[in-house]
């Protein structure tokens, strides 16, 4: 049988509302993968609570990451774009727009962790995982397809795919600022990848563009374009022939605290989000509403 | 078994050294998760373009050619790699460089090239290949 893995990752958000869900959903249409967990510290839950939400599937490395440890690199991560750059005013542009993509490099950087966990494991191991699903804690995943269909396209994956993420040409102007100029965007909500797909796309923190200080790279502040940017680069594309150009039925919905639309949640000044989150016992780190 | 090694003599390169060639593929991914472990304790070092570059050597190597292999290598970008064409028994590059194509590599055999570049097909050809295929730039000795 084929193996296949999770990589469950980012801020814990709405997870003890939906993680029952979550895992559920996994276990059975991948099969009983194994799971690899990284989340932001928080409050919301601990490391003992994680590890019974998965008593009875296959976790294979559970971290709670801290900023303490990623901030050693945010300073840095333009680094080769510093130092080699024509002059000082275009550094000083390069690190104002460092800030802006932190939250792509800090998504980064838990893949970074779990695909080095995952790695050893089949190093060690002898195996090869035929597939890996990137997802988040807050969203809730679902399908259309039947249960055989969708093993079947699970198992058939090409090693140098990702699937499942429609890589959007359209002119997404009130979603996507970064869209207005350049309209490849691909979403970061869930990401099915082959298996080397999978290690040249969970690497991209330490990818080999940073220090040639490419700037189309360093400038662009818009998440969906970066991921999009990795797949073109190593055209890591949908193989299927399959209408509606998807190997798998995958839909997914963002749930928010209280279950807020998106529209409701926007709207939600700063003082509230913090107090609804502290009603529903999440931590207001997990949206960005206090610091640590 | 691995050895690390760095040359401190005003030539600083970190090297690999793989003793048993039987499971080549498997032992340049565990070197790859070294590099990697590297650069995430000493992101300084390694996020830098003049980070020391890395060799991985599988085969006995000519004398000197360290120093030679050094030269080559010491203004190599984040994207660079310099391949041994005739023996096959080393590759050098910028750690970036070398992490992608090393920790990869161990899953090649689940990836064939195009039919048109199987003739002929051996290991540098499928090596080669499999660099250019990463988007790295590939010289060679």
Known sequence: MKRHAVFLRGNLRTWNYIKNDIIKFFDVYHEQPDWYVCFWNSDTSTIAEIKNDFKNSNLKFLKFETDHNYQRFDSRILEGAHTRGPDKKIAEFLGIFSKVVYPYWRLAYLDQILSMAKRKYEIENNINYQSVVFARPDISYSTTSDLEDYVRCINELHSMEITNTKSSNLRMGKFSEGCKYDNYVSPDTLLVTGNIASDIFSTRFIDIDFTDGSLTRLMNWDVHQLISMIKTKYQLFELADTEPNYRVSLLLDIIRPDNLSMDEWNSMSKKSKYELCVSLGIDPYDYNLTIK | ?141
Do not use: C
């Open chain 2, 1 to 141: 078994m691995l050895e690390l090694k760095t040359i401190h003599d005003g030539k600083p390169i970190n090297i690999f050294q793989i003793y048993n060639t039987e499971d080549l593929y498997t032992k340049l991914s565990e070197i790859s998760l070294k590099i990697e472990n590297r650069m995430l304790s000493k992101p300084y070092i390694w996020t830098n373009s003049v980070a020391p570059k890395v060799l991985i050597m599988w085969g006995e190597m000519q004398g000197g050619l360290h120093d030679r292999i050094f030269d080559l290598t010491k203004d190599y970008r984040g994207d660079e790699v310099l391949l041994d064409v005739y023996n096959t028994t080393w590759i050098a590059g910028h750690p970036r460089a070398i992490t992608k194509w090393a920790g990869t590599v161990f899953k090649l055999k689940d990836v064939e090239p195009a039919r048109s570049l199987q003739h002929p097909i051996d290991d540098i050809a499928r090596l080669i290949w499999w660099t250019n295929r990463l988007n790295l730039k590939v010289h060679v000795l």
